[in-house]
């Protein structure tokens, strides 16, 4: 939440928001079901994979779930021939964090459709 002090505004953190007790019945609530499932387990072969990242800057860099790899902080050092058409395969709307000078081999999935991406940086696209 971005709130308004006397001294300016602020992003403040709300720490369980919605208290889980509550949830369920909450209108827009939701209710889980037991057990666990895996992330993209209907992807064949080809699609899934590993990728080692390292981050070369001297600041955190963090990647979200649906970033095309290729597109990533220029930091960040690894094969972005290979990780053309993937993003990290992570829960939606999560991310991994880099720190500097860490190494980190993830696991990384294929798009959906064409695998194409363009117009997320500031610079000749990998598509051409």
Request: aromatic letters at 4%; zero cysteines; a negative charge.
């Amino acid at each position: 939440v971005e709130a308004t002090f006397p001294d300016g505004r602020k992003l403040v953190t709300i720490h369980d928001p919605i208290p889980a007790d509550t949830v369920q019945d909450a209108p827009g609530g939701y209710r889980l079901a037991d057990g666990s499932l895996e992330i993209n387990a209907d992807r064949g072969p080809g699609e899934r994979g590993t990728l080692v990242i390292v981050n070369t800057g001297d600041r955190p860099i963090q990647i979200g779930s649906h970033l095309h790899l290729p597109d990533a902080n220029l930091a960040l050092d690894f094969d972005r021939d290979a990780a053309h058409g993937f993003r990290l395969d992570i829960a939606s709307g999560t991310s991994r964090r880099f720190e500097p000078g860490a190494s980190r081999e993830v696991p990384i999935v294929a798009l959906r459709g064409r695998r194409l991406v363009p117009g997320l940086q500031l610079r000749e696209s990998i598509d051409g």
